[in-house]
């Protein structure tokens, strides 16, 4: 049973990255995990992995971290996104293709806490509206029967989907305040990201998650946008990537 710091999507921001690891250090938090895409987009992919493996953050792999890896695995992203790869690529040096290879698809705690970037069958399936998390839903339930909360990424939006002892589904409305989960319904729970954040709303965001009290609460922290847009310009990347991060999206 522990307090766990669920971190996704940081892909590169150094700053942001930073900014939430301050936070976290205001909580009682007892592990740290990412939900992948650890690089991509912006302009530290390398400080970034070594900031995550310096704090001992578990993690899972991203379809950006696939990308880095394997260009081929980059052929439906989009000009943008596939320029930033490229970037990283260049970037990257061994050690931090090492970690990258390293991250496994999935992780299991405690039995009962899933994490994994996409959807639990595959890295590049968005869990974005109510038909993509009763997929999500089924397949833990035959696949897994004993998770009981699934953390995921990908999309960069905070959001909660609930499934009750009937099979409903819905998406939970939450606030920055404290929301108590009821055991005897399934999650699918995304922090929202730590790098790229598109709800609109420019800070940094993560979850932090209690598993004894089957409490969690969004965290959205504001960082030094002005100094990563630098760096961003600075490395020649497309400048759409400065602009999304004061905007959100
Ligand atoms: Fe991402």
Redesign the pocket.
Known sequence: MAVFAIL??I?GNLEALDAVLQDISAWNVDKIIHL??VV??NANPCEVIEEVQRRRIQGVQ???DIAALDIKMAEGFNLVAYRAILFTRQQLETIHFEYLKSLPFSLLLEGSYLFFHGSPESVNTYIANVFQARRAFNYLIKQLPSVRIAFF??T?VPKIWSRDVRGKIRAVTWSDELIRLSPDEMYLINPG?VG?PRQKNNRASYLLMNTDKLEVRFRSVSYDILKAQKKILDAKLPEFLAVRLAEGI
């Open positions: 996704s999507d892909h992948g895409d991509g987009y991203g379809n950006h990424g990908h960069h990201s790229q």
